[in-house]
């Protein structure tokens, strides 16, 4: 009997240690339930985290983009203005190396045309004589008319008059038209060696303007003559 009751003081002892251990377990059971619920909740916050730092990234990114761009773009127009300004300088140096040689060209110009012009005026346009009551052309008057046309070619802008004039014998109105002869002959030339007909006049003085006013043969031999006047183009 006594060890029967110590069996059930033990046995009983027992089952009141168990309660109060479930009883305790409890608290740890509601415990772990609230951790679960807190690590079930956790991805969401975790979502949320992990997208605003995608965001982040994101605008970081964008503005990565955009500096290199804006740095692309100034770039650009660094270099641009680069070309721009040589562009410029080049094109300045051109213009002045052009008025230069304009102004070079200027001179040269005027030089020459001063030396034409003296050219011009030292150059005299020298009579040519005729046989007593004749208008056929001496040799020597023919390699007179070369010159003249040579330097008439030369001188486009001259116009030129081919006065023919007699000696005092003979009628007045027979030396107006010997003159004329006279006159024509040594344009004829002329022409014959390229020079326009329309740059040359003739027109006959007869007697009426002797070079020499004697009355022998020296002076009627300087009087039968053909005499040359230039004029610029009208």
Not at 7 to 17: N, P, Q, R, W, Y
Request: hydrophobic letters at 45%; charged letters at 30%.
């Amino acid at each position: 009997m006594l060890i029967l009751a110590m069996s059930l003081i033990i046995v009983s002892a027992c089952s009141h240690k168990s309660v109060v251990r479930e009883d305790r377990a409890v608290p740890k059971g509601e415990a772990a339930l609230e951790q679960m619920a807190e690590v079930r909740q956790a991805p969401a916050g975790g979502v949320e985290q992990t997208t605003a730092g995608e965001d982040g990234a994101d605008n970081q990114a964008a503005a990565k983009m955009e500096a290199m761009a804006k740095a692309a773009k100034e770039k650009a127009a660094a270099e641009a203005a680069v070309v721009e300004k040589a562009d410029l300088a080049k094109a300045a140096a051109e213009k002045a190396a052009k008025e230069k040689a304009a102004a070079e060209a200027a001179v040269v110009e005027k030089v020459d045309l001063v030396k034409a012009a003296a050219e011009k005026a030292l150059y005299e346009l020298t009579d040519i004589k005729f046989d007593f009551d004749n208008f056929d052309l001496r040799d020597e008057a023919r390699e007179v008319l070369k010159k003249h046309a040579a330097w008439l070619t030369e001188n486009k802008d001259v116009n030129i008059t081919v006065e023919g004039h007699c000696d005092e014998r003979g009628t007045a109105e027979y030396n107006l038209a010997l003159g004329e002869r006279r006159a024509k002959a040594a344009a004829m030339f002329l022409v014959n060696m390229g020079i326009d007909d329309k740059r040359i006049k003739t027109i006959s003085y007869g007697e009426e303007l002797p070079l020499d006013p004697g009355h022998d043969e020296a002076a009627w031999a300087r009087n039968r003559r053909a005499h040359f006047v230039a004029s610029g183009k009208q």
